[in-house]
């Protein structure tokens, strides 16, 4: 027994895993897996840097944020080419769709619920500035933006040179995936639009509460503010060879009496007394209809383009394509 139990005991059980070797395993499995995303993001930045010199800033940059469809052109405009026409105002000129425009190199920065100064400022800010600029003049009681001024107002210099490779990259994606309608396939909305008869929709119940809303509101102190800002960053175009127009959109009758646009027209006009600085629009009104109240619909956005468009070409400021 005594010997049975000394055999027991020198005999060598099974050796147990090393933990050295567990360790080092575990330590390569990690560096490999490190060296795997390192090597694709390598990857991604090459053609990220290969798609920006070929395509440079021809594709549309992405928004950073998803603030709102604004941010996106507010990319393109201080990244693409300048345009030849750009329109700065608030979400009443916002409705003037690009693809409207039958007339080449147009940007629409309007700024839905915002003021027409926040894009004039990013404009007047650039180094290069577009031939002609229309300055929506219907709302003037907001603030302007200045973040977003401040944000858009250094061009494409102020985007960290590691990062434009990236953004680059995604926006080829996008524009592979949502690639804007062609000439011909924009003109066939065009003619679609402009093919069907006014709408019928009711929109009373949105107009009596607007036309409420802005019979109770004074835009004096605000107006008064945004159009010397204006008349300061209008002076300063057309110093540096720009032609600024100002607009006024069509409203519904009932909106165009209340108090708060007969007192933002008085001030605005008061302080634009030239009526060269004002850009004439006038479609036929009883094709125009307004679905909630304030904002015009597809059809008689597009009708107001085309007055647009024509009042720019008596003026000489528009090229036909």
């Not at 003049?137 to 973040?147: C, F, I, K, Q, Y």
């Amino acid at each position: 027994m005594v010997r049975w139990r000394r055999w027991l005991i020198s005999k060598p059980g099974p050796t147990a895993p090393s933990s050295t070797s567990s360790s080092d395993m575990r330590q390569e499995s990690t560096l490999s897996w490190m060296i795997k995303c390192i090597c694709v993001a390598a990857a991604l930045l090459l053609a990220g840097g290969l798609a920006t010199a070929r395509f440079g800033a021809a594709l549309r940059q992405p928004a950073v944020t998803t603030r709102d469809g604004s941010l996106v052109t507010l990319n393109r405009y201080v990244r693409e080419p300048t345009p030849d026409i750009v329109l700065v105002g608030s979400s009443v000129t916002w409705r003037l769709k690009e693809e409207y425009f039958s007339l080449p190199r147009v940007r629409n920065l309007a700024l839905a619920g915002g003021s027409p100064v926040t894009g004039l400022e990013i404009v007047a800010k650039q180094a290069r500035l577009p031939k002609t600029v229309l300055v929506e003049t219907n709302v003037l009681s907001r603030e302007p933006d200045g973040a977003l001024i401040e944000r858009f107002s250094h061009g494409a210099g102020a985007e960290a040179p590691l990062l434009r490779p990236v953004r680059t990259a995604v926006a080829a994606y996008e524009t592979w995936n949502h690639a804007p309608p062609d000439p011909a396939q924009a003109r066939a909305e065009r003619d679609r639009l402009l093919g069907q008869p006014p709408s019928t929709f009711d929109n009373r119940v949105y107009l009596d509460r607007t036309v409420e809303q802005m019979n109770e509101g004074d835009p004096t102190v605000p107006a008064r503010a945004n159009a010397i800002r204006l008349r300061q960053l209008i002076e300063e175009l057309q110093r540096r060879g720009a032609r600024v127009f100002l607009t006024e959109i069509p409203f519904a009758p009932e909106i165009a009496d209340s108090r708060f646009v007969r007192m933002t027209g008085a001030i605005i006009h008061e302080a634009f007394p030239d009526r060269a600085l004002w850009l004439p629009i006038d479609p036929p009104r009883s094709e125009l209809r307004w679905a909630d109240g304030v904002h015009l619909d597809e059809r008689s956005a597009l009708i107001v383009v085309r007055s647009i468009e024509s009042a720019l070409t008596e003026r000489g400021a528009a090229r036909r394509p």
